[in-house]
């Protein structure tokens, strides 16, 4: 079955910790995303690539990095999490035509202690 | 600036009931509009999405939303409310540009029995 997975669900760490959140679809789709939400507050785009070996920043200024090495996997890592890390990360992903939707994943709640 | 607001933060509604959350975008273009929830501990789920088809767009579990150009909205409805639609619901609007899509605010629906 087709679909966008997301690993870890929770994560509490450490200041000064690196950390990878993995992101993955089975949907063969080119462009993925990476969104950063905080409780109560809208999506922010902080990342996005529209296929292997592009990856580009998004709106919202990110300590993130990703890498798109592989067409159905899209990690995010933070080289040294801060408590201002902690939000909820959610990655998305999508066809490629202008109208095409975005598919999300269940998303990863970071917690930097 | 291009962007979209849900005029209300909180809806709550009584079991049976209409339900209406509210959404209107600027816009220099016409857009795609979508409707998402999520629900708690849960991944964003696409409701339903309007791409300059028919102006009344109808989803999954009987809500609906209607395109108004001239009011610039894309209000999300339904004619009964169900306890299982709490949830919060996030309107948003994709750009011309395919990779800007910007989310609302979030509204948070309750349901009382």
């Known amino acids: 079955e087709a679909d966008i997975y997301q690993t870890p669900r929770y994560l509490v760490i450490g200041t000064g910790k690196k950390i990878t959140l993995e992101c993955s679809q089975t949907m063969g789709h080119d462009k993925m995303y990476w969104y950063q939400q905080d409780p109560g507050m809208e999506l922010h785009l902080i990342h996005y690539s529209y296929g292997v070996n592009s990856t580009e920043k998004g709106d919202l200024s990110s300590e993130s990095t990703v890498s798109r090495i592989r067409t159905e996997h899209f990690p995010l890592t933070l080289e040294s999490a801060r408590p201002s890390h902690t939000s909820q990360y959610l990655c998305?992903?999508?066809?490629?035509?202008?109208?095409?939707?975005?598919?999300f994943g269940p998303g990863t709640r970071l917690t930097v202690l | 600036a291009q962007s979209v607001t849900q005029l209300d933060s909180h809806v709550s509604v009584s079991e049976g009931t209409p339900v209406l959350l509210r959404c209107n975008y600027s816009s220099s273009y016409s857009p795609s509009l979508f409707w998402y929830v999520q629900h708690p501990n849960k991944g964003l789920q696409l409701l339903l999405k309007y791409t300059s088809a028919a102006t009344l767009v109808k989803g999954i579990n009987g809500f609906e939303a209607e395109f108004k150009k001239s009011e610039t909205s894309f209000h999300l409805t339904k004619p009964s409310a169900h306890m299982s639609d709490a949830a919060e619901y996030f309107c948003?609007?994709?750009?011309?540009?395919?990779?800007?899509?910007?989310f609302g605010a979030g509204t948070r629906l309750t349901v009382k029995p």
């Open positions: 948003v609007v994709r750009y011309y540009n395919n990779n800007d899509m910007r």
């Open positions: 998305a992903s999508s066809g490629g035509r202008r109208t095409d939707t975005q598919y």
